[in-house]
């Protein structure tokens, strides 16, 4: 159902350095408000950067990142009024757009990794483009993000969603992210929104020194817990941390 005008929410505003929509690019998705808040996206996304500063997150590139993306634009239009919420929503095809509190936390530790000075990582693998999200927000923190999908269908919502907010700096790419991509490497950093058994060996052949790979993965127990792993110029250095919920790494595209 449509909303009255007066409940939308304003998508952009003046001086966003966002999407070009002058320049007759696609218009974005009209985006509804949660009825009775009435804010604009701006007010909502500030909240939710907020709420994750509560929660411990303190990388100010991450936080900033958060707070420029809109996310409400990754999402179908019935789910728009939860896109600020911390939760994970359904994408299509079994999928899912991971929670904001998730992402940054993913990202506040692949940050955590070697940047090149200029504060921004260099080059960086995303294994599960998806909606493209993650990608966006990527595209922020890092000076290039190849992202790779195995789903044609998500592959092609993810470019559609980007399409408006030209982002030069992310690649799309329709293929199995287990073989990594190595025309791309040596990685600053490779992060994945999928977790399987194991990380494959083409991620960590891929990984530059001094890079790291954050990606969920099973636990003998059954679960997924999130790992860091880091290239030291002698060995792969693995951190297991918290337990996560991630749909699993498949082979092959479909
Ligand atoms: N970062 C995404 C989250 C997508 S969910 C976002 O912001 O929306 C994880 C995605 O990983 C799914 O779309 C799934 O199809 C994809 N995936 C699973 N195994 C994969 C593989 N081997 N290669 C590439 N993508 C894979």
């Known amino acids: ?24 690019a696609q218009p974005p998705a009209r985006a509804t408000a949660p009825e009775g808040i009435g804010l604009d996206s701006q007010a909502v996304r500030s909240r939710m950067v907020r709420k994750l500063t509560e929660q411990g997150i303190a990388d100010a590139q991450v936080l900033g990142a958060l707070e420029a993306v809109e ?11 939860q896109a600020y919420e911390d939760t994970s929503l359904p994408i299509g ?12 936390r993913m990202l506040e530790l692949l940050l955590g990794g070697t940047t090149d000075g200029s504060g921004r990582l260099g080059r960086v693998l995303e294994i599960g ?7 966006a927000v990527l595209s922020r923190l890092a000076k290039e ?46 992060i994945a929104a999928a977790g399987g058994e194991a990380v494959p060996l083409a991620w960590i052949e891929q ?29 792969m250095k693995q951190s297991v941390l918290e337990a996560v919920h ?5 082979s092959g595209i479909a």
């Open 1 to 24: 159902m449509d909303l009255p005008p007066a409940n939308r929410v304003r998508a952009t505003r003046p001086g966003t350095p966002l999407p070009d929509l002058a320049r007759g």
């Open 71 to 81: 996310r409400h634009r990754f999402v179908d239009s019935a789910l728009v009024n």
């Open 93 to 104: 095809l079994g999928q899912t757009i991971s929670k904001p509190s998730v992402v940054a």
């Open 129 to 135: 483009t998806g909606c493209g999200y993650q990608a």
């Open 145 to 190: 993000v190849y992202s790779i999908e195995r789903l044609r269908a998500l592959h092609e919502k993810a470019r559609a969603n980007l399409r408006p907010f030209r982002l030069a700096n992310v690649h799309l790419l329709l293929a199995d992210g287990m073989a990594g991509f190595a025309k791309g490497a040596p990685y600053a950093g490779i």
């Open 207 to 235: 990984l530059a020194v001094g890079g790291r790979i954050v990606a969920p993965m099973l636990t003998p127990a059954g679960g997924q817990a999130l790992v860091v792993l880091e290239k030291t110029p002698r060995e």
């Open 246 to 250: 991630f749909v699993p790494l498949k």
